[in-house]
């Protein structure tokens, strides 16, 4: 009797390192992944200094998107080495690829002195990033699947979800402290690069971590017995009950966990910082609370998996989730920005004018110039965050907003040269503004105002929600392939759910709001998006909880 319980807590301890492994490499990449979100101001003016500064802006955040965009290519890429060379290996590969283009950023020499080359090869090193990612996530996953007793496959690949936590919340706390422990002036100088650089520390205790363990024992029996795949590609993509259960993947789960937990943990700061005009530092504060909370809720969420099914617990999540969302943003704005919430219910803002002279109200380089009556309104207005309702005018008519009782009229600078088209928005603006402040509407929220805890509940279901889905998200995708195909198969669907449904969220949301002078309109993206995967969820994934790894 001694000696089997000993060989079960022999057992259960190579599982928490097996686990610890897998799950710190996983946040060191995660970490790696998101530096980014706090410093891209400061690589904005680093790495894209040639332009100007909303160009900038706007260049260092599609530097950030190139990395979601390769995240597929390196699904590609490293499924097939996994399913060939094994699980071990290749996540071996891929975070030294993530650690050397990491650290690489905090030695690259900025525009002011290599020019062009710098934010070329900066963004080379960002979709390097990318293609080590769509490579790490699916063999962590995989490697603690693989390993897990059946019973408890859901609890131990849960990990990996805390993993995207602990990365998030790891970089903003660095950031801040080093932030902090220079000061401002000397973090914007050079400290900003010691983020970077510690990833080399990081690295170096990951693989030798890594380093220890052995390789998947499903992986092990396919190569003892000759039953690798020759063409992971072709089995996984061209044969249709393989191809079948990728789409289903595809459309159920990721789908929702791009369109949910990146509205849950990246919209929701566009929304707070850029829209409802937020202070950054009450938003970071709820953040880091958001993502320290959300730890446990992954592992919970896993462990309930094993007791009543994954699919019903990840479905639920997403149900709670949209349900939650449009109630919620109206509930962040009365919390975030008082002022805001009143001054819409009792001033309405309504534009009337001509629909052909109203343009698309979203300007990627920065370069475009609004000339017409109807854009320079909607240009104003847009900047302050402030909806507006549409409303058609005649052909040709001068457009002009109503604030309230007021009636302010634009002007029409579709022939004006530049330096008079420049002092016509600013007399345009300059009144609106006025008609703004006197029915009430803040330039930005009033931080005394602001109910931050108010903020952080709301986002707290919206976290609910995200890792009830996120949870046993990596059990059911071990559990869905055969092992064969395994790394291949479910890389891909996992990496275009999260790199292009969610990485490119945030800012199609953005445009959405721009384009419809309404601030809640960019939430049917997710809602759309999450509703089509609870449909695809409900009919058609099958109950994958307990399956053999071994077929």
Request: charged residues 15%.
């Amino acid at each position: 009797m001694a000696a089997i319980e000993s060989k079960r807590e022999e057992k259960s301890a190579g599982m928490a390192l097996l686990v610890i492994a897998s799950a710190a490499g996983t946040t060191f990449e995660w970490y790696d992944f998101f530096l980014y979100v706090p410093l891209t101001i400061i690589i904005a003016k680093v790495f894209f200094a040639g332009l100007n500064d909303a160009a900038a802006y706007i260049f260092a955040l599609l530097s950030f998107a190139a990395g979601f965009a390769t995240r597929p290519l390196g699904a590609l890429i490293f499924g097939r080495i996994g399913d060939r060379l094994g699980r071990k290996a290749t996540f071996l590969i891929t975070i030294v690829l993530m650690g050397a283009a990491t650290f690489l950023v905090g030695l690259l020499p900025g525009y002011a002195s290599w020019g062009m080359a710098s934010p070329v090869l900066f963004i080379a090193l960002r979709m390097f990033q990318g293609v080590a990612l769509g490579g790490e996530w699916g063999g962590a996953a995989i490697y603690i699947g693989e390993h897990a007793p059946p019973e408890r496959r859901g609890y131990f690949t849960s990990f990996i979800g805390t993993s995207a936590a602990f990365g998030l919340g790891g970089a903003l706390v660095v950031v801040l402290a080093v932030r902090t422990g220079l000061g401002e002036a000397a973090f914007n100088a050079w400290g900003w690069r010691i983020p970077f650089l510690l990833s080399a520390i990081l690295l170096g205790i990951s693989i030798w971590i890594r380093m220890t363990l052995s390789e998947s024992p499903v992986f092990k029996r396919l190569r003892e017995q000759g039953e690798r795949s020759t063409a992971p590609y072709a089995e996984a993509f061209g044969r249709w009950p393989n191809l079948k259960n990728v789409l289903i993947a595809l459309c159920t789960m990721m789908v929702a966990q791009g369109a949910v937990w990146y509205c849950a943990f990246f919209y929701c700061q566009t929304f707070l910082e850029k829209i409802i005009k937020v202070s950054p530092p009450q938003v970071n504060a709820i953040l880091i609370g958001i993502v320290a909370c959300s730890a446990p809720m992954y592992v919970f969420f896993g462990w309930l998996s094993d007791k009543v099914g994954r699919k019903w617990v990840m479905a639920g999540g997403m149900i709670l989730a949209t349900a939650a969302l449009w109630p919620g943003f109206h509930l962040i704005t009365q919390y975030g920005n008082p002022g805001l919430a009143e001054a819409s219910r009792t001033a309405p803002v309504v534009i009337t004018a001509d629909p052909a002279s109203c343009a698309l109200q979203f300007d990627p380089v920065g370069k475009t110039q609004f000339r017409s009556s109807c854009d320079i309104a909607k240009t104003v207005l847009t900047n302050a965050g402030v909806s507006y309702r549409n409303v058609a005018a005649p052909a040709g008519a001068l457009a002009s907003v109503q604030v309230g009782g007021q009636t302010i009229r634009s002007v029409d600078g579709m022939a004006l040269a530049p330096p008079a088209l420049k002092a016509a928005k600013a007399g345009v603006e300059a009144k609106l503004k006025t008609a703004l402040k006197a029915a009430g509407y803040p330039d930005k929220a009033d931080p005394a105002r602001t109910q931050p805890w108010g903020v952080f509940w709301v986002m707290l279901v919206f976290t609910i929600g995200a890792t009830a889905l996120y949870g046993p998200q990596a059990a059911c995708l071990v559990e869905l392939f055969p092992a064969r195909i395994r790394y291949t198969a479910l890389s891909l669907p996992y990496h275009i759910g999260t790199g292009w449904v969610g990485g490119f969220l945030p800012a199609i949301a953005y445009a959405m709001v721009t384009a419809s002078g309404d601030i809640y309109f960019g939430l049917w993206y997710p809602i759309i998006a999450t509703v089509f995967a609870i449909l695809c969820t409900i009919l058609f994934l099958p109950e994958t909880r307990g399956r053999d790894l071994n077929l």
